[in-house]
């Protein structure tokens, strides 16, 4: 098992591109997280898979952003019409439900967005 | 008010002091991690825990949930220790999100 990857680990797009980023959880993990990190700031979350069905989203993923995981493994976050506030860290982390109310989360290295 | 405050933000220290960084937060959680993020954005976790206090070489950390605190605590300190420090919350009644600290900037020096 090679941990949670993520690609690409760098994207640099202009503004108003599309881009979009895939994260392979470990397997067997059925629970996904996206996180996004701004310049010194700790991690905000955005959205959570179990399995294929996604069953949370925070107020910050606004319209432009949409996320999928359709066979309940890898998932691809998109942001349509990118803006220089998109700029951050994307990262992206699995869990396997343990018993008891803690699931640990492993962290992918993340995927570094800078719009210009 | 975040839901969770780290204190102190930055800190520089000598190799080998002790080294104690603190975590406060405001809402009923499940557990709390303490994360390590080295430079270039990979987040590991270093503990999770919802009472007492666990070791793990020369990493030692503390919850005290009565008073909504967790302190995390470096022995000995090395250089190859800094790194930024995330204090992370499950709150009560959320499916699995975390909520994380802002985190603290720790630099070892010689």
């Known amino acids: 098992d090679t941990g949670v990857s993520q690609n690409p680990r760098h994207k640099i797009t202009k503004r108003g591109q599309n881009v979009t980023f895939r994260c392979d959880p470990i397997s067997e993990h059925n629970r996904l997280y996206w996180y996004r990190q701004t310049l010194g700031q700790g991690p905000e979350f955005l959205t959570y898979f179990q399995n294929e069905a996604q069953l949370e989203k925070s107020r910050l993923l606004s319209d432009r952003f949409s996320a999928e995981r359709p066979k309940g493994s890898f998932s691809t976050l998109e942001i349509q019409r990118t803006e220089q506030g998109d700029s951050a860290m994307y990262l992206c982390a699995s869990s396997y439900p343990q018993p008891g109310p803690s699931y640990e989360q492993y962290f992918g290295p993340g995927t570094r967005l800078t719009v210009t | 008010k975040n839901e969770v405050e780290q204190s102190p933000q930055n800190l520089t220290a000598q190799e080998g002091e002790f080294i104690t960084i603190n975590c406060s937060y405001s809402?009923?959680?499940?557990?709390l991690h303490w994360l390590q993020q080295h430079p270039g954005g990979g987040i590991v976790s270093l503990f999770m825990?919802?009472?007492g206090k666990k070791k793990h070489g020369r990493l030692i950390a503390t919850i005290n949930i009565q008073e909504k605190h967790s302190s995390l605590h470096i022995t000995a300190s090395h250089p190859r220790d800094s790194a930024v420090y995330i204090c992370?919350?499950?709150?009560?009644?959320?499916?699995?999100?975390?909520?994380f600290g802002t985190g603290t900037r720790l630099q070892v020096t010689l």
């Open positions: 825990l919802s009472s």
């Open positions: 809402v009923g959680i499940s557990a």
């Open positions: 992370a919350v499950r709150s009560t009644g959320t499916a699995s999100k975390l909520t």
